[in-house]
């Protein structure tokens, strides 16, 4: 198989495809409600994995350029190799396509990708500045602050090795790319989405605490406890 054309895809695979790009589709819809992103901003992208245990023939589903969240149906999304290369769909992949395959290219254990410029997570990037671990919740979902990555421009994959860069030497699966906005990842698109979600209500929580007063650090022992509980012990397993 041939994975960067689709004439030689296995039905099993095609199917994998049209499940993935409803999925995508779905998870689009969760930026506005959750009040992530305004007009087109911000994107969604889920990996597809191929055959090749290397995962030199993955793909990954993102949507379109400049089209309007309501327009947003599975049809519209749009599938790419780990190149940013179009391989199905009609019209640009997001500009954001570099970064997301960057990142999939070099983090394997990635299996979706999140970028929004919601306000506060922004805010915090246009300052340059991490969100400091002063909450459990942060300690639960990021096993500590929330950290910047270098300033990069849009056009190439120099966002997507900020991304990487930065977050190989966290736990945290969200980064504010500064001057620019928050980048999140996981296991998958919804967890990355998650991320984009709980990323942005602690970072206006930590900026309405700061604007009262100082803020108090949580030691990283504490820390420590926190996100292993969270991630290996709450919820159903």
């Not at 983090?107 to 909450?135: D, F, K, N, Q």
Request: hydrophobic fraction near 40%; charged fraction near 20%; glycine fraction near 10%.
């Amino acid at each position: 198989m041939n994975h960067r054309n689709p004439d030689t895809w296995t039905p099993e695979f095609a199917r994998e495809i049209e499940r993935v790009r409803e999925y995508v589709a779905t998870l689009h819809a969760e930026l506005p409600r959750w009040g992530l992103v305004v007009w087109t901003a911000g994107n969604v992208s889920q990996r597809v994995r191929g055959a090749a245990e290397d995962g030199s023939q993955d793909l990954l589903v993102i949507k379109p350029s400049g089209v309007s969240y309501d327009d947003l149906s599975p049809e519209a999304m749009v599938v790419c190799d780990l190149d940013g290369n179009l391989v199905l769909g009609e019209g640009s992949p997001s500009s954001d396509t570099a970064a997301h395959a960057y990142v999939y290219r070099h983090m394997s254990e990635v299996g979706g990708v999140v970028h929004t410029h919601s306000t506060y997570a922004t805010a915090w990037a246009a300052r340059g500045e991490e969100i400091p671990c002063v909450l459990t919740m942060m300690g639960d979902e990021f096993g500590g602050s929330v950290p910047v990555g270098p300033f990069a421009l849009i056009g190439d994959d120099s966002i997507g090795r900020g991304i990487v860069d930065t977050l190989r030497e966290s736990r945290s699966p969200a980064v504010l790319m500064r001057n620019h906005g928050p980048f999140t990842i996981g296991r998958d698109a919804r967890a990355a989405v998650k991320a984009a979600v709980m990323v942005e209500e602690v970072a206006k929580t930590v900026h309405v605490a700061r604007a009262g007063g100082p803020l108090v650090p949580i030691e990283q022992y504490h820390i420590d406890s926190l996100y292993d509980r969270y991630q290996n012990v709450y919820g159903q397993h």
